[in-house]
């Protein structure tokens, strides 16, 4: 049995692993750039103006997303202390499992793969579609290029996981500071560069945060309480993704140590991050500019730099995706890992390679993505994928609670704080959202239900005990 602090090896040992086993060599670095490279998407660059839409005042905009990222973090810290106690590959069904037993955590494990496959899809599909309008056609095929170079970029990224641990935590750590850095360069030039000249020869500034709404944006209380909800979901949503490193929970040198650092840190610099990119795009965007543009940032940009300017924000959208990309193909694989590694799936799916890869993983992960490509039209999926996202915390939320019934002075690394309010404040915003979904998509959460349910004669003849692991 490991101890708290331990991986499932205890031993940080860089030579090739065991048979089965994945290499113990991850630190705080990786998991805030696995955070950072799994949050931040193409998504911040179209949200801000969806929320400006619901809301009366720049003030209310920088609040919504202020509340957003301290939501994350409540789930943040729920979730590190179930991670550090359970340093274990897999994410939300290894938490699943210690709670409930390997059934539950079988089906949460094949929720969460089949999010993860149809995320990883779309994502891909995306980089197609940006790289075909900035690169020349090289295929000589204007309808197939989009779908070739979606799964050129699937290809890219198998090849860099399939060659070993160290090449592919280079590579997020890379993409994510390239984004970063892409995105504070943009946040700069949104206040070092001269503002757009009006007819006069004034610069046009964007209102203060004081100023007046921008108009129509005065509404009664009852009709401002449900766009703040409207803003709030989008928020939450451009959040998601900070949960990325409890999925490499035993790859991590010092688990109990790193991976609630890596949660909370991560939150905080992505919040920090969102907060400067809306500010910047108040300094350049009058706030009913703001509200009405579909695409925020490249209107900024747009003003700015002129025509290049747009083709600047494709560029950045691009380098956002591709971080996105490498993250989510590692995390599935992990999910895969895990569910075999709990004698869930059969052994050769926690095959390792001389890297420190799940190569066997990995690969399913990918030809399940590459498939979704291949198919297209997958909206109706995207869709049920976002459902089994919002769905995906309560399960962590239920499992903390649950544990902490079950094993009160088990040792924890690390204590949610102020429990339990933060799992009931994340519990209730899973729910609302989770109801809000089925009520205006009844459909896609019957689809979504079947789909899991697909999984029912794969998990439910699992009757042993999970593997003995340190309580939390």
């Not at 075999?340 to 690969?363: D, F, I, K, Q, Y």
């Amino acid at each position: 049995m490991n101890g708290p602090g331990e991986s499932p090896r205890g031993t940080g040992a860089e030579g090739p692993p065991p048979s089965g086993q994945l290499l113990s060599i991850l630190g705080v670095g990786f998991g805030v750039a696995g955070a950072i490279g799994a949050t931040i998407g193409a998504g911040i660059l179209r949200t801000p103006g969806l929320v400006a839409a619901q809301l009366p005042s720049a003030p209310w905009l920088l609040g919504a997303w202020i509340l957003g990222g301290l939501l994350a973090l409540l789930g943040a810290c729920c979730v590190a202390e179930l991670s550090a106690s359970f340093p274990r590959a897999g994410g939300w069904c290894v938490f699943a499992g210690e709670a409930f037993g390997p059934r539950v955590g079988g089906l949460v494990g094949w929720a969460d793969w089949l999010a993860h496959c149809i995320g990883l899809a779309w994502e891909a599909t995306t980089v197609g579609e940006i790289a075909g309008d900035l690169l020349p056609d090289p295929f000589g095929l204007p309808h197939l290029t989009p779908r070739l170079l979606a799964l050129a970029s699937l290809a890219i990224f198998l090849a860099l996981q399939l060659v070993g641990l160290r090449v592919a935590s280079a590579s997020q750590d890379l993409l994510s500071l390239v984004k970063a850095v892409v995105f504070l360069a943009l946040v700069a030039a949104c206040f070092l560069l001269p503002l757009p000249a009006a007819a006069g020869g004034a610069a046009v500034a964007a209102p203060s945060l004081g100023s007046t709404p921008w108009p129509g944006a005065t509404l009664p209380w009852r009709d401002l309480v449900g766009s703040c909800a409207l803003a709030l979901q989008a928020v939450i949503t451009t959040y998601d993704g900070w949960v990325s490193p409890v999925y490499f929970a035993e790859e991590f040198s010092d688990p109990a140590r790193d991976l609630p650092r890596s949660l909370i840190g991560g939150v905080l610099l992505v919040l920090a991050l969102y907060l400067l990119i809306n500010a910047a795009l108040l300094h350049v965007l009058p706030l009913e500019d703001l509200a009405r543009s579909p695409l925020p940032a490249a209107e900024a940009a747009l003003r700015l730099l002129g025509p290049p300017g747009g083709r600047l924000i494709t560029a950045v959208a691009l380098v956002a995706l591709l971080g996105l990309i490498n993250s989510v193909l590692m995390a599935a694989a992990r999910i895969l890992y895990g569910l075999s590694r709990e004698g869930l799936l059969p052994p050769w799916v926690a095959a390792v390679n001389a890297g420190g890869t799940p190569s066997a993983a990995v690969l399913l992960t990918a030809g399940m993505a590459a498939l979704l490509v291949v198919a297209g039209s997958f909206e109706r999926l995207l869709s049920l994928g976002a459902l089994l996202y919002v769905a995906l915390p309560l399960t962590g939320v239920a499992a903390l609670v649950r544990l902490r019934r079950q094993r009160p002075e088990a040792p924890r690394p690390f204590r949610v704080w102020a429990y339990p309010l933060p799992p009931l404040l994340v519990a209730l915003v899973s729910l609302a959202f989770l109801a809000g979904e089925l009520l205006t998509h009844p459909w896609d959460g019957l689809l979504a239900g079947g789909l899991v349910g697909i999984g029912v004669p794969i998990f439910w003849r699992a009757s042993r005990p999970a593997p003995a692991s340190a309580p939390p």
